[in-house]
């Protein structure tokens, strides 16, 4: 009996190992699942205003932009909450005065986006006082929108679905793309993303994705965030990505970007200093955007497989190419 009771309770012992493992591979998802379920948690920045945009992309977006005219289309890949798609058909769309300011205070720190005196008056007299009418028509995509989507005759937020699952025939062709830490940073599926893209661009239009910041200067010691900021060099997801390419090359993802068929891609960038308590400046960062300007009406953009993600905002990737 008495080895019969130890049989059961070994039986009794493995069954539950095995079942433990079945219970952690089930809470091991894959990479894709992983940085789906981030997406899906909506925890990124929301809230952004038009200022912000027009700050933080370089000046030739706001040019770009404010050449559309009543019959263009302006695709806003990641617009969040809208915000700055709702500011955009205000009459005033910035505040010129604030935008040349365009300090934020911090604790022992203040941060200046360089927005010279001169692009804040071009800003302004661009985009403020400008009938509705007269601008461009504007599709925002938001996968999870918390109020109600702002209301604009010429304004369209698609919601509640990923931009890669979204029929090209809703979206219809563009002049302009604008991804600010949008689909490009987040999506599992860059590949699909890109050739969306390419495919909705019409003949020399632009894609401006926003990818983050390049430490030119380091901060000195002695200001908050000097651990972010301590040595030179890209503190950007995106750019510290990487891609596996079929020929078993490793590549940054920004490189592998830069090096797509049908594209013409450059990097533009705009300055932030920081400043010390003291006001002194502590140090220089260039904020990058990657501009792509469709160049060939067709383009075979390789595919790519998510092996890693962490969970950052924006996560740092890495993807395997896969041969053709």
């Not at 009771?5 to 433990?20: D, K």
């Not at 952004?48 to 009543?70: I, K, N």
């Not at 604030?98 to 300090?103: A, D, E, Q, V």
């Not at 490189?255 to 140090?283: A, C, H, M, T």
């Amino acid at each position: 009996m008495r080895g019969y009771y130890l049989s059961f309770l070994a039986l009794v012992l493995f069954l539950g190992s095995v079942t433990t493992v079945a219970e952690t591979g089930r809470n091991c998802p894959s990479a894709f699942e992983r940085l789906t379920g981030i997406i899906e948690s909506n925890f990124f920045e929301t809230r952004r205003e038009f200022s912000h945009y027009v700050s933080t992309f370089p000046q030739s977006f706001s040019e770009r932009l404010a050449r559309l005219g009543p019959q263009d289309h302006w695709i806003d890949a990641g617009s969040g909450e809208a915000f700055a798609l709702e500011d955009f058909f205000k009459q005033q769309v910035v505040d010129a005065a604030n935008l040349k300011r365009g300090t934020r205070p911090g604790f022992f720190r203040q941060t200046r986006e360089q927005v010279s005196a001169e692009q804040a008056e071009f800003i302004a007299r661009a985009f403020n006082l400008k009938d509705g009418s007269q601008k461009p028509r504007v599709t925002g995509i938001s996968f999870v929108m918390e109020r109600e989507p702002p209301k604009h005759e010429k304004l369209q937020i698609k919601t509640d679905r990923f931009f890669e699952d979204i029929p090209l025939e809703e979206l219809g062709s563009a002049e302009l793309i604008s991804d600010l830490y949008g689909v490009m940073s987040y999506s599992p599926r860059l590949d699909e993303v890109l050739r969306r893209y390419h495919q909705i661009l019409k003949p020399g239009g632009l894609a401006y994705v926003h990818i983050g910041d390049y430490i030119e200067r380091p901060l000195v010691p002695s200001v908050i965030r000097s651990m972010a900021f301590e040595n030179p060099g890209w503190d950007a997801p995106f750019a510290n990505s990487q891609v596996r390419k079929a020929n078993g090359q490793t590549v940054s993802l920004l490189e592998w970007v830069q090096n797509l068929p049908g594209f013409k891609v450059s990097l533009e960038y705009r300055d932030l200093v920081e400043k010390s308590f003291r006001g002194e400046i502590s140090g220089v960062i260039k904020r990058y955007t990657l501009v792509l300007e469709k160049t060939q009406e067709s383009a075979q953009i390789p595919s790519l497989r998510l092996t890693e993600s962490d969970s950052g905002k924006p996560p740092t990737r890495t993807f395997l190419e896969l041969s053709p």
